[in-house]
């Protein structure tokens, strides 16, 4: 929450001027303006702006590409130094007088550093979540991590979160965060997934079979037909990653094992084999003293 005070005592008008919304009439307000010398806030909603003429691709009457028209105008207001643009953002109150308001603005977490941000695109690649593209009418599909259009001022990313938690992490004991790992587990990212498991669940092959999954109960999904299996989804990560990482294990030791000549003493070769008789029967993972009763 940032409140904006530009009041001066002694002085009944101040030199700072909001214009509300981002689109084309209040990019051009505010250049107008700033270069007046006002500094301005440019306050808008989304978190770019551009507003509907973004969204547009030719302009009536004169049929000219928007995007053309609008580009220079979005350079000039981000290069600005009279300008502050203020994105993901919303006025919450004013008070004062004609000169002399003070406002305040709720600023919404972008969830990405836009001093660090270059727009690379690698975030979007690696995210699993996808959501409807409210920037195209709803038509196409985007990721949670996005730019609403390639030339979007501020240029950098951002990653859409829900307002409210998910109802199966409320309901998770361990307060698992279920909608991250199934989505990893449905783009192939099985070892991905079972570190994000392991943020809450240590053992989470073992209570993958244990948990008496209440988050299913509360799965949005029994509204459609049946919830998401989300215990054996967390019991299959772990037990997939367990037997690659077991698989790659022995072949690479065959692989240092080709071709090496022993040379440990006869006497050390025997009671290392003798060793393994002292260990105790009970020293099994966890997860096999459990029986495969399955978790539906």
């Known amino acids: 929450m940032n409140e904006i005070d530009n009041s001066t005592k002694g002085q009944s008008k101040t030199g700072a001027v909001m214009v509300v919304g981002g689109g084309i009439c209040g990019m051009q307000s505010a250049l107008d303006l700033a270069n007046s010398g006002f500094k301005v806030y440019l306050v808008e909603e989304k978190a770019s702006i551009g507003g509907r003429m973004a969204q547009l691709d030719k302009t009536f009457p004169t049929n000219d590409c928007s995007m053309c028209m609008i580009s220079p105008k979005l350079i000039e207001v981000d290069k600005h130094l009279n300008i502050e643009i203020l994105a993901s953002s919303q006025v919450e109150s004013v008070e004062g007088e004609v000169g002399n308001f003070k406002v305040k603005v709720l600023k919404r977490a972008r969830y990405i550093d836009i001093e660090k941000c270059s727009s690379c695109g690698d975030c979007v690649e690696a995210c699993p979540v996808d959501l409807i593209n409210e920037f195209e009418e709803r038509l196409t599909t985007r990721k949670a991590a996005s730019k609403q ?115 440990t003493p006869i006497g050390v070769r025997d009671r290392g084999a003798d060793a393994g008789k002292n260990t105790p029967q009970n020293a099994i993972a966890p997860r096999k003293l459990i029986p495969d009763t399955g978790c539906t």
């Not at 993958?208 to 989300?230: A, T």
Request: aromatic share 6%; glycine share 6%.
């Open 149 to 263: 259009y390639p030339q979007a001022i501020p240029s950098a990313m951002t990653i859409s979160k829900a307002a409210a938690r998910p109802p199966c992490k409320l309901t998770c004991p361990a307060g698992c965060n279920g909608q991250g790992y199934v989505a990893l587990i449905s783009k192939g990212k099985y070892a991905e997934a079972l570190d994000h498991i392991k943020q809450w669940i240590p053992l989470p092959a073992s209570l993958g079979r244990i948990c008496h999954h209440p988050c299913e109960q509360q799965c949005n999904r029994n509204e459609v037909d049946n919830p998401v299996g989300i215990a054996p989804l967390k019991r299959f990560a772990a037990d997939f990653v367990r037997q690659q990482r077991f698989r790659l294990a022995r072949t690479r030791g065959k692989r240092r094992h080709e071709g090496r000549v022993c040379r």
